[in-house]
């Protein structure tokens, strides 16, 4: 008998670490694991004292992680020792063709996939930057001028990647405007259908003009992505975490008109 759902993911061969409460760039690796079924421990979220867990495995690795999110990997590592990697694209790199995320053995294509993802991930840390954009150690209310100015500016590139994007689907004849490689799912698509819905939680007015020059990518690219068969039941599972204090924010008035 093959073990159900819930005992897959008492048993995984892989860790993420990331902070406790929040999506984050932590999402970006829940994303791949819920769309292809893969069993994975949220450390921080799932484990009693998780978040001291994965603050430590990170300080302690070798070589010691940064920042995180990291991915702990079991069996793969040196000596019989776990394979600690880090950086949210580094991460997704490797996972994708473990998890069958990237068309196999076209070596151009997971390339491209790749740049596809880092470039969803630019917007991702412009979003980021609105509201810290003078020092990330600072509460935003201590930084609010600057962030109304570098709001401004960043609403005025919002449509560039998003155009970008647009133009990418309209390109890929085999995706049908569902999928920016290809017929199939990939990486890429995730990290970006995140990117997207991050970016208009953040900043709804401003996404919301945007989005009439994109009529793939608020339509049937959104939410393709979102009917997954391994998505659709994590997105409306409390594993999913809301938006809150992490890189998507709203404040109103960086938003306004």
Not at 56 to 74: D, M, N, Q, W, Y
């Amino acid at each position: 008998m093959s073990p159900s759902p819930k005992k897959k993911r008492e048993e995984p061969k892989y860790e993420l670490l990331y902070h406790p409460g929040i999506p984050g760039r932590g999402e970006f690796v829940r994303l791949v694991f819920e769309a292809t079924g893969t069993p994975y421990i949220d450390v921080s979220n799932q484990e009693t004292r998780g978040y001291a867990k994965a603050k430590k495995l990170t300080a302690e690795g070798k070589p010691p992680v940064f920042a995180p999110p990291a991915l702990l990997i079991h069996g793969e590592g040196y000596d019989g020792k776990p394979l600690l990697i880090s950086q949210t694209a580094n991460i997704l790199l490797y996972l994708g063709p473990k998890l069958g995320l990237v068309p196999e053995g076209d070596e151009v294509a997971r390339y491209y996939i790749n740049g596809l993802t880092l470039t969803a991930l630019d917007l991702c840390n412009e979003a980021h930057d609105v509201h810290h954009p003078i020092d990330v150690a600072q509460y935003y209310e201590e930084q609010k001028k600057e962030a109304l100015k570098r709001a401004q500016a960043f609403k005025r590139r919002i449509s560039l990647f998003l155009e970008y994007f647009e133009g990418v689907l309209n390109s890929n004849e085999e995706g049908a405007g569902k999928y920016l490689v290809g017929k199939q799912l990939t990486y890429a698509d995730t990290t970006l259908w995140q990117v997207l819905v991050g970016v208009e939680f953040a900043f709804p007015k401003t996404v919301g003009k945007v989005s009439k020059s994109c009529p793939l990518l608020f339509s049937k690219f959104k939410e393709s992505i979102k009917e997954q068969k391994g998505l659709q039941e994590y997105l409306s599972s409390d594993r999913r975490l809301p938006f809150s204090m992490g890189i998507f924010r709203y404040y109103p008035e960086l938003d306004a008109e």
